[in-house]
């Protein structure tokens, strides 16, 4: 079986599969709960999952696994929340630190020499692909690397319908198809374990997140899942196809030392922190008002 993951390749396959098919996938993704049926690592786990299958058939390698993402943000903690679990048992880091990891994986890919790179998590929250667009951009500005970038969260690369709500159809079906012995569709209705006195739950989520009323109508097979993952890693094939297409070399490009990366990143804090949808007020995000972002060369880049 051809091996897609960075970290059990031997050197000489590493180096075969860069000669073959120089794109990167990072998968990302939170630990956190999907209704009371699904294992807390769906967001991460099935994300990863179909990168390995898209770098299976069309080349290309997975990175390292990064299951930690943002959760508990300044104007809304979306577990205690929403979700009312009484008690956090998310990967959860501050929005910040998460941006500033992915710098340096965009860095760390230039740098190795890949010629594409597709940034996708698993997790959505707020418009969290705006973010990294500006981030990807900017790194891009500063450096002059010819590498080609695609960010955003994974649903994009689905093309058949909708991608339902959290926990909701599309997502258990595709976990049951990755890993069914991470869906349990018995426990749905079951007794919640967290007591009542501290479980809440919104108008649309029941305590565990997830959609209410889910499982009262069309329930997920594996068979469901195993097409919307063949949809998504066609989709995923064609997003490599065309970020090598519109590669460029750029003779004697070398990309910046991980201290040239600091001040990039320096310089994304200084000039366009303020327009991050992720740090935004309550109040901003309550009436769906955000900073409006006015590009890199209206702020001097």
Request: aromatic share 10%; glycine share 10%; with cysteine.
């Amino acid at each position: 079986m051809k091996k897609t993951a960075w970290l059990t390749m031997f050197p000489h396959e590493f180096h075969r599969e860069m000669e073959k098919a120089p794109v990167c996938y990072m998968p990302y993704g939170l630990i956190e709960p999907h209704g009371v049926y699904n294992a807390l690592g769906l967001d991460f786990l099935e994300c990863e999952a179909v990168m390995h299958d898209a770098a299976a058939r069309h080349g290309g390698i997975v990175a390292p696994p990064f299951a930690w993402h943002i959760q508990e943000q300044q104007y809304y903690d979306w577990e205690m929340d929403c979700c009312g679990m009484g008690m956090s048992i998310s990967s959860s880091i501050p929005e910040e630190l998460f941006l500033h990891n992915v710098i340096h994986h965009i860095r760390n890919f230039d740098a190795k020499g890949f010629r594409a790179a597709i940034l996708a998590s698993g997790h959505f929250l707020c418009d969290m692909t705006a973010d990294l667009t500006m981030l990807a951009e900017l790194y891009l500005r500063r450096t002059g690397s010819p590498m080609q970038i695609s960010v955003g969260t994974y649903d994009r690369f689905y093309s058949e319908g909708e991608f339902d709500d959290h926990a909701g159809l599309v997502e258990t079906a595709l976990l049951m198809h990755y890993r069914p012995d991470l869906v349990d569709l018995s426990l749905i209705g079951k007794p919640l374990a967290v007591p009542a006195s501290i479980a809440g739950g919104s108008g649309a989520y029941d305590p565990y997140c997830a959609p209410k009323g889910f499982g009262s109508g069309v329930l997920p097979t594996a068979e469901m899942g195993r097409s919307i993952a063949e949809n998504m890693v066609e989709n995923l094939g064609k997003e490599k196809m065309r970020l090598l297409e519109a590669y460029r070399e750029k003779p004697g490009y070398r990309a910046p030392s991980v201290l040239d990366t600091e001040d990039i990143w320096q310089r994304f804090r200084k000039l366009g922190g303020r327009y991050l949808t992720l740090t935004a007020t309550r109040r901003e995000a309550e009436n769906g008002v955000f900073p409006i972002f006015p590009g890199w060369e209206e702020l001097g880049e």
